[in-house]
């Protein structure tokens, strides 16, 4: 599966719900994933133009009176299955966890889907596999006090996300 960009996973979110213009999805953006994320109008349109050349959405003519045609987007079966693989995929980053992952939740909710528990529970275990790789790392080398600060950060940091998704799992079971 070729990677595309969270705000393209989003706009075939919205498009999963049925066909829309482009206005109306920036809108819909704006309403559900704003307090995550801040996308202006031309990078949105932008990144509907890149799903469209990727075959994931096709667009239509609809007349309106006294004004030019609207184009309306469609996902097409491809772009389902692209959005579909990355909704229930863990993302491997925790830098990932504040744009991305929100997004995702935000989308299971958004399409009454029912693998919010999937995920996080497999965003659980890409949590813990993290830490046991920084603990490895940890004890294999010599640490001076830098690393000890980097380590005790990138633990807490790991740690914090898993006390989340703990919130998350009692959310959502």
Known sequence: MEERLPLEYAALGLLMRGPQHGYQLHRDFQRYFGAIWHCGRSQFYAALKMLEAAGLVTSSLEPQEGRPPRHVLHITPAGREVFLQWLNAPVLSIRQMRVEFLSKLRLFELLGLAGAPALIEA???????????????????????????????????????RTWLEQCRRRYT
């Open 123 to 161: 965003q659980m275990a890409v949590c813990g596999e993290r830490l046991a790789r920084l603990e490895s790392a940890r004890q294999a080398g010599k640490p001076d006090d830098f690393d000890e600060l980097l380590y005790a950060f990138r633990k807490g940091q790991l740690e914090a996300v």
